[in-house]
């Protein structure tokens, strides 16, 4: 998903769930800096590089892919954008790295998503957002994997749009780097061919370009791993599902219903709204940010400020080192640590190495990287108080 999603929908949906127009702005702004939480910008804010929840096309280029680079890739993508649907999905007559990567593929409603939410709870709102971030792109990133790999996220020439009079087109993709997509011509903007399985082209859903971050967008195409099985992916439907969610799970984290339960979808919250809702979503368009603000707007009767990625900066370091934790981004550094380190952990705990070792902080305490020795003394420091 892209910023209209989840920084201006992200605050219909809380807002929807009972939060104030603060708190909701602070959740969207979360939310969104997931996307923007690279180790570049970290270095320069001289912050707990392990924090990283994404990574630009310049480090992506230049990214590792050995044993080592390819674990740490999958770290930072299968936590923030492809959270796996089944860790224990069976496959038949498949090697142990075949199996490795498939249980990587993403899916919504699975035993990860109830556990980012569970995460969450009784947390900062910075980890509300990062969670609802998690979440969405469960619906959006479904099928593809959080890990460079030819055989599980390559997509072919049968790749067509489903249009809404029930015709369809076949999509055509270019390979540009940094290219805008065409809608009008159907040119959509897709990752470098690479015969390598760990090719960082090879990465989500590189290969199908941005189409899975369109809300509009109907397609369908032949993965190599479902045997080749044709997959329609319908998103306005699985988007309006996302947002539903998401509306669940903040009534949950806010403490207005007693569990969240998976495979739920708050329609009635969204019920007032659902015509105008429905009419972002199926809009043939690059970027809902207007529309979605406007929304906003009108559920809140407030001003949405436009995100600023720097917004939080000069607080971050303005502040002694000791106090960082409790400044805007510290709170969402500590938050993405967490989320990391939970994820990283069930996929270790499941048998599957790709993602590398990893020791669940919460039962071991502080055994391995530098960086989340904050998030121990953060813990720390909260049973304290």
């Known amino acids: 998903m892209q910023m209209d999603f989840h920084y201006y929908a992200t605050y219909c949906a809380a807002f929807l769930a009972g939060y ?8 969207a702004y979360s939310a969104q800096y997931v996307d923007c939480c690279t180790r570049t910008l970290l270095n320069r804010l001289r912050a707990p590089s392990s924090a990283v929840t994404t990574q630009l096309q310049l480090e992506m280029a230049n990214a590792r892919t050995d044993l080592v680079g390819l674990q740490d890739i999958t770290r930072i993508w299968a936590s923030f954008h492809f959270l796996p649907g089944d860790l224990h999905a069976r496959v038949k007559a498949a090697s142990p ?3 490795s990567k498939y249980r ?7 035993p990860l998503a109830a556990e980012t939410v569970e ?4 947390g900062s709102l910075q980890a509300v957002g990062i969670a609802m971030h998690v979440i969405a792109d469960t619906w959006a990133h479904r099928y593809f994997a959080g890990t460079p790999s030819l055989v599980i996220n390559n997509t072919n020439n049968y790749f067509y749009e489903l249009l809404p009079d029930g015709s369809e087109l076949p999509v055509v993709f270019s390979h540009i780097p940094g290219g805008a997509d065409d ?15 760990t090719s960082i082209m090879n990465l989500g859903h590189g290969r199908a370009g941005h189409l899975p971050d369109y809300s509009f967008m109907r397609y369908k195409y032949l993965p190599a791993w479902d045997n080749y099985e044709e997959i329609i992916k319908d998103n306005p439907t699985d988007y309006y599902k996302a947002f539903c969610q998401l509306i669940h799970a903040m009534k949950y984290l806010r403490g207005a219903v007693p569990e969240f339960r998976l495979n739920y979808y708050d329609t009635e919250a ?6 105008e809702i429905w009419a972002i979503l199926r809009k043939r368009q690059l970027i809902a940010c207007d529309d979605w603000k ?7 009767g407030r001003e949405i400020e436009d995100f600023d990625v720097k917004r939080h900066e000069g607080e971050y370091l303005n502040l002694p080192r000791a106090e960082q934790n409790h400044s805007f981004l510290g709170r969402f550094f500590l938050a993405a640590l967490a989320q990391k380190s939970m994820v990283t952990n069930r996929i270790f705990k499941s048998g599957n190495l790709i993602a590398g ?3 669940d902080f919460a039962e071991k305490g502080f055994q391995g990287i530098q960086d989340f020795k904050k998030l121990i003394e953060a813990v720390k420091e909260m049973r304290h108080d």
């Open 20 to 27: 104030s127009h603060e708190q909701a702005q602070d959740i």
């Open 97 to 99: 790295l075949y199996k």
């Open 104 to 110: 990587l593929i993403c899916n919504p409603n699975g």
């Open 119 to 122: 995460l969450a709870k009784g």
């Open 183 to 197: 809608l009008e011509k159907r040119v959509f903007n897709g990752s470098i061919y690479s015969g390598s399985e």
């Open 270 to 275: 969204a019920a007032p709204w659902e015509e």
């Open 294 to 300: 406007a929304l906003g707007e009108k559920l809140s």
């Open 357 to 359: 070792f990893s020791v």
